[in-house]
């Protein structure tokens, strides 16, 4: 097939909407972001008289980014000045943010504990190649699933304080959350994707990992393939503040470390870990609102992608309710009647917790009430909180295994 043919080819219709779909206001700060001269000063036209630009949190991480883009193309508009000011921000923030990777790194290995750097942190350092560029607001670490305690074990003995996540609601979460007093918060993850992901596609993650350096250390990152496909995973996720970062960050992979990619290699990847659909929709997406991105070799694999009827069901069901936030309590307990379920034979029922006591220990944990009293009273004022709130699925906050 040759290269006319194949850029002029029909490219299948995305089948679950991912939140990269982008508004206006989104779609606006996405092409002032990466988009040539004529239209990111289009979009900047759009952005640059609004009040809240530099106060609203979503837009704000991208207006780096902005800045940069901006700045690139020699735009002169004395409204592009309080933007520098952001990038500055986010630019301190990334050098901690850093350095605190290089701790917590260096405390992990140290105890003999092996860790990969996901999300932000391999973005910024492979893709943005601009300590501002990329606003990360705390760190994910993976490690296998073996080592979690001696992870737990080797940030604690470093300074940072752990959530207190019981051992038992361990195999229902993917990840726990670290703070420290002078360093960023670490996210320990021990599944990189879903609690319910094949282990066989996680195990390929760590073999193709690869070292770049950092700060006088060795900083483990996703293969490109795999970042990419964690950036898909993560545009489905429910995430409020920045809907238009994953967008960007996907542009941006594709563009840069993107250029060397084995896409085959890539969607068979995406296969083994039951994230074809997602993968597959959110490049669809990209492609379709903002390239042409992808090169030849990627359409041809993209258009090649076949989903079997199987994967088609299982993952519209998983991402379609990773976007939704069930607001009814016979809703909720559905949602972690099923998560138990799928977990229980995922893991082994022996060795798990029953529902119940699964139930208690996650509200125990997260809602932080250790009595039934203190739970029903909780429950009360989060029910009242929903019936008055005009958007339901707004109001609830979220769990933070609920958070990317």
């Not at 599944?191 to 070292?211: K, N, Y």
């Given at each position: ?30 092409e002032a972001a990466v988009m040539g001269r004529e239209r990111a000063v289009a979009a900047w036209g759009l952005l640059r008289d609004d009040p809240h630009l530099t106060q609203d949190s ?235 991105l992808l090169p030849q070799q990627g359409l041809l694999a993209l258009s090649n992608a076949r989903i079997d009827r199987e994967h088609h069901v299982r993952a519209t069901r998983t991402f379609r309710a990773l976007r939704r936030r069930p607001s009814g309590l016979v809703s909720r307990l559905l949602e972690h009647w099923q ?66």
């Amino acid at each position: 097939m040759n290269d006319e043919s194949l850029t002029n080819r029909v490219l299948p219709e995305p089948e679950i909407e991912p939140v990269v779909a982008l508004g206006c206001r989104d779609r606006a700060l996405v092409e002032a972001a990466v988009m040539g001269r004529e239209r990111a000063v289009a979009a900047w036209g759009l952005l640059r008289d609004d009040p809240h630009l530099t106060q609203d949190s979503g837009s704000r991480n991208l207006l780096p980014n902005i800045y940069l883009n901006l700045r690139r193309l020699e735009i002169n508009d004395p409204r592009i000045d309080p933007l520098r000011a952001v990038y500055g921000e986010h630019w301190a923030s990334n050098l901690l943010a850093q350095r605190s990777a290089v701790m917590a790194l260096t405390a992990l290995r140290e105890s003999g504990v092996e860790a990969i750097a996901m999300k932000g942190l391999p973005l910024l350092l492979t893709c943005y190649r601009c300590p501002g560029a990329r606003p990360m607001h705390d760190l994910d670490l993976l490690v296998s699933p073996e080592q979690r305690v001696a992870g737990r074990a080797a940030l604690m003995a470093a300074g940072w304080s752990s959530s207190g996540m019981p051992d038992a609601l361990a195999p229902f979460l993917h990840g726990e959350a670290f703070q420290h007093q002078r360093w960023k918060e670490i996210d320990l993850h021990w599944r990189p994707f879903s609690v319910i992901s094949p282990v066989q596609a996680e195990a390929g993650l760590w073999t193709r990992a690869r070292r770049i350096p950092l700060e006088g250390i060795t900083v483990a990152v996703p293969s490109t393939e795999d970042l990419l496909i964690m950036v898909c995973y993560h545009a489905f996720k429910r995430d409020s503040q920045a809907p238009a970062r994953y967008a960007l960050d996907l542009i941006e992979l594709i563009r840069g470390p993107g250029r060397t990619m084995d896409w085959e290699a890539l969607f068979t990847f995406a296969r083994a870990a039951d994230l074809l659909l997602p993968v597959r929709d959110c490049l669809l997406y990209v492609e379709k609102e903002f390239g042409p991105l992808l090169p030849q070799q990627g359409l041809l694999a993209l258009s090649n992608a076949r989903i079997d009827r199987e994967h088609h069901v299982r993952a519209t069901r998983t991402f379609r309710a990773l976007r939704r936030r069930p607001s009814g309590l016979v809703s909720r307990l559905l949602e972690h009647w099923q998560r138990h379920r799928q977990v229980r034979m995922t893991e082994g029922g022996g060795r798990t917790a029953g529902f119940l006591r699964y139930l208690k220990l996650h509200y125990q944990y997260y809602w932080r009430h250790q009595n039934l009293r203190g739970l029903v009273r909780e429950a009360l004022r989060r029910r009242n909180r929903l019936r008055s709130a005009p958007d339901p699925g707004a109001a609830e906050t979220p769990d933070r295994d609920d958070r990317s």
